[in-house]
């Protein structure tokens, strides 16, 4: 699928679109509801826009339940069993007419007496279409020249819930109603007429136009669809469970607001167009179990002649009134299918718990190597079971360590310390006289509320400073703000010059770093100075 790209400065969100008939000159916020609300603040969409974040899913035993219970899949099962041993069907592979009553009634679509409503037979078409596309049924011809369709290898093993198979099947049918979303609701009607009256009765070059702007326009709508599935997905994954469910209008807004900007109210017509837009497209996908969607009131567009359409004031929508213009939820099945494009499209999609299969070691050095991780459930996921005392020793153990990333390493292992609990504890006191572990471990004992812990030698405490503060350094990325907060909190009394004379002095491979960031970034310009001149003995002495 095509990587997703947040809207340049100026850039509208669908030229041409059909006219906006949502009001256009209210509040964003108002209309569709605040961003902070479904867990989007601006550090949220920052990041989201760089990486693809792990997401959770369920195991795959479950994610083939659930694809077995999308309706129209199970109807295509059900058609595939009833083709048994075999079913006449047209030149074109479809159902011929007097099977097509019969086969709506098998799929509860219509009476089992009396009349069959054309809309049945035509969902029963629709069902039978996707056996063939996913080779459920296979098409033949007899010797006598008779048209018809038998059920294909695939079928048993789905029917018997295998979820290689069954997810296989259901990720081809996704596929295609993906691809079929785009090419039924590409263009805005106004567009289709011009087109269509372009393109047969106009000339060479002008039916040649014609076809290129409706390809053009093909492509347009499914990079919006694209687009939109990976900003659920991303959003999906950073929000809160049972917080998952975005209004169509936040959605919109994230594809169309410029990146770093506040919405404004010149926006508001482009979110609305880029609503309209997905909405079919959204509920083809919900068919098949890709979303949950709530589509547009269609009652909103219903503007009677000398009316205007109805505008909301300035007080806030109630729930129930912003949801009448659109809610979307990506299901599991949804992340699921969307994870895999996005691998087959060489993304870096990560499950969350990949990196916690292996022992401590491999599980410290996965986190910290990862830029596209969350460490605090790689850590759940890990010790999750596991006996806290064996767990807690091989974590400190796999701490240790003067390389690029140690000072990360040990932040995280006290970090995994805090899922294991005061359990941990005899572990944890073994380490109490470890030049490396000794400061951070007598730390967690006192938060622990021990009072028994002996107070580190001069050296240990120093050297712990250096290392707590390179470890923020690593895990930020230089992030200033956060840096000044822990900066505020650091040991320096009275005397700045003698303290950092000890400083530069700690046998640390990050001890000059961590005064040259001191140094930068201490609002108090004497203690700044301080750290400069000490940043620059640490870097003399090697």
């Given at each position: 699928m095509a990587g997703r790209r947040r809207k340049n400065g100026?850039?509208?969100?669908?030229?041409?679109?059909?006219?906006?008939?949502?009001?256009?000159?209210?509040?964003?916020?108002?209309?569709?509801?605040?961003?902070?609300?479904h867990g989007l603040d601006d550090e949220d969409l920052d990041d989201a826009a760089v990486l693809v974040p792990p997401v959770k899913l369920p195991a795959e035993q479950e994610l083939a339940e659930q694809a077995k219970a999308v309706p129209m899949f199970g109807y295509a099962l059900a058609l595939a069993r009833w083709a048994a041993p075999h079913r006449v069907v047209d030149e074109f592979g479809d159902l011929v007419e007097e099977d097509r009553a019969p086969a709506a009634r098998l799929l509860g679509l219509a009476p089992a007496e009396g009349e069959v409503p054309e809309e049945a037979e035509v969902e029963a078409l629709r069902a039978w279409s996707l056996a063939c596309d996913l080779d459920l049924v296979e098409l033949g011809t007899t010797k006598d020249g008779e048209h018809v369709a038998v059920p294909g290898p695939d079928l048993e093993p789905a029917e018997q819930g295998d979820p290689e198979t069954v997810l296989e099947l259901w990720l081809t049918a996704a596929g295609i109603v993906r691809e079929l979303a785009v090419e039924a609701d590409s263009l805005p009607e106004e567009e289709e007429e011009e087109a269509e009256?372009?393109?047969?009765?106009?000339?060479?070059?002008?039916?040649?136009?014609?076809?290129?702007?409706?390809?053009?326009?093909?492509?347009?709508?499914?990079?919006?669809?694209?687009?939109?599935?990976?900003?659920?997905?991303?959003?999906t994954a950073f929000a809160d469970p049972g917080n998952e469910t975005v209004p169509l209008g936040v959605l919109a807004a994230l594809l169309v607001v410029p990146e770093g900007e506040e919405p404004s109210e010149e926006l508001l017509g482009d979110i609305t167009d880029v609503m309209v837009a997905l909405d079919p497209m959204l509920g083809d996908l919900?068919?098949?179990?890709?979303?949950?969607?709530?589509p547009i009131d269609p009652e909103l567009f219903d503007e009677e002649e000398g009316e205007e359409p109805a505008v909301v004031g300035e007080e806030a929508l109630d729930e129930e009134e912003s949801a009448r213009f659109g809610l979307v939820r990506l299901t599991p099945l949804g992340q699921y299918g969307i994870r895999q494009w996005l691998l087959e499209d060489g993304y870096d999609a990560p499950l969350v718990g990949e990196l916690a299969q292996g022992d401590a070691a491999e599980l410290l050095r996965g986190v910290c190597e990862s830029a596209n991780v969350l460490p605090e459930e790689e850590l759940r996921v890990w010790v999750a079971g596991r006996e806290p005392v064996p767990a807690a020793r091989e974590l400190l153990a796999a701490a240790r360590g003067d390389d690029a990333y140690g000072p990360l390493r040990r932040m995280l292992c006290f970090s995994a310390l805090n899922l294991l609990g005061a359990d941990a504890e005899p572990a944890v006191r073994e380490v109490l006289d470890d030049r490396e572990l000794g400061g951070s471990a007598r730390a967690w004992l006192s938060a622990l509320g021990a009072t028994d812990v002996p107070v580190p030698d001069r050296a240990m405490a120093l050297w712990t400073v250096v290392d707590t503060f390179a470890a923020q350094l690593l895990d930020s990325g230089g992030d200033a703000a956060l840096l000044r907060e822990l900066i505020t909190d650091l040991p320096v009394k009275g005397d700045p010059a003698a303290w950092f004379g000890e400083l530069w002095r700690v046998d640390h491979p990050y001890t000059a770093d961590v005064l040259e960031a001191i140094g930068e970034l201490h609002t108090d310009r004497a203690l700044a100075k301080e750290a400069r001149k000490a940043a620059f003995k640490a870097r003399s002495k090697g």
């Open positions: 100026g850039a509208s969100a669908g030229e041409g679109a059909a006219e906006a008939v949502l009001p256009a000159d209210m509040e964003l916020q108002d209309l569709y509801g605040a961003f902070a609300a009256e372009a393109a047969p009765e106009g000339g060479g070059d002008e039916d040649e136009d014609g076809l290129n702007e409706v390809e053009e326009a093909r492509d347009a709508a499914a990079e919006l669809l694209d687009e939109a599935l990976q900003v659920l997905y991303e959003t919900a068919e098949l179990g890709l979303l949950d969607y709530r």
